[in-house]
């Protein structure tokens, strides 16, 4: 395994990363994590630096969900330390639960390729949603995910309990909405990593190939978001 460098620091965010020799960069936001006394550990290394791709690593220790000032200047940061050594043509962000929200969030600020976003909230401090309650009771009620326009986006959910949040995302051109009956809102990331689809996931994404991505989520048991006519 390469090593770890750190590219940014903007508190509560910190990014580290690991060079690589390709022009593609994954750019990786964490979940809460297991372990609330703890910041959050990066998340999808092995997936991310395949390839010999360069990685990032976004660490938010608040649990802001990417809400907390400095978000957008840590991403640039980081990013700009990277490009200043080598060249980056294609940049995929990817993150689980509030990681694929700050995904969504960075979006709004980086040019990225594609974004995949398992289990995305859509509106994390709902007051029916007790599931983050703990970290999200800061946060205002309204704030929702974007939907940037410009990058391809992959939103999955897993539909045992993550239903509500799910139908809230609206349709969008240039957005694919994966649900997977048979799974649950923290066992979805595992389940494709299990099955070793990160890393193809990634592949398809970067490259546009959106058959490709969708053979691959439709042989894990997910199926495309039907929309009422």
Do not use: N
Not at 168 to 179: A, E, I, M, S
Not at 204 to 220: E, H, K
């Amino acid at each position: 395994m390469r090593p770890f460098e750190t590219f940014a620091v903007r508190p509560p965010y910190h990014i580290q990363g690991i060079a690589g020799g390709s022009e593609d960069l994954v750019i990786a936001f964490a979940s809460i994590g297991h372990d609330p006394t703890r910041p959050p550990s990066p998340e999808f290394v092995r997936s991310a630096t395949a390839r010999d791709r360069s990685a990032l690593f976004v660490m938010d220790e608040a649990r802001s969900w990417a809400t907390a000032e400095g978000f957008d200047a840590a991403l640039r940061d980081a990013l700009e330390v990277l490009q200043a050594r080598q060249k980056i043509s294609r940049i995929l962000a990817i993150g689980s639960s509030m990681g694929a929200f700050a995904a969504l969030r960075a979006a709004q600020t980086l040019p990225f390729t594609a974004v995949l976003a398992i289990s995305p909230q859509y509106q994390p401090a709902a007051s029916w949603e007790p599931r983050w309650r703990d970290w999200t009771q800061k946060l205002p009620e309204t704030l929702t995910a974007p939907l940037p326009q410009g990058p391809f986006l992959c939103l999955m959910h897993g539909m045992q309990d993550d239903a509500a949040q799910a139908t809230l995302f609206p349709p969008q051109k240039g957005c694919d909405h994966v649900l997977f009956a048979e799974q649950a809102h923290t066992t979805l990331a595992p389940h494709l990593k299990a099955r070793g689809l990160v890393e193809g996931l990634i592949d398809a994404a970067l490259s546009q190939d959106r058959r490709r991505l969708l053979r691959i989520l439709q042989g894990a048991g997910g199926k495309r978001r039907q929309l009422p006519r």
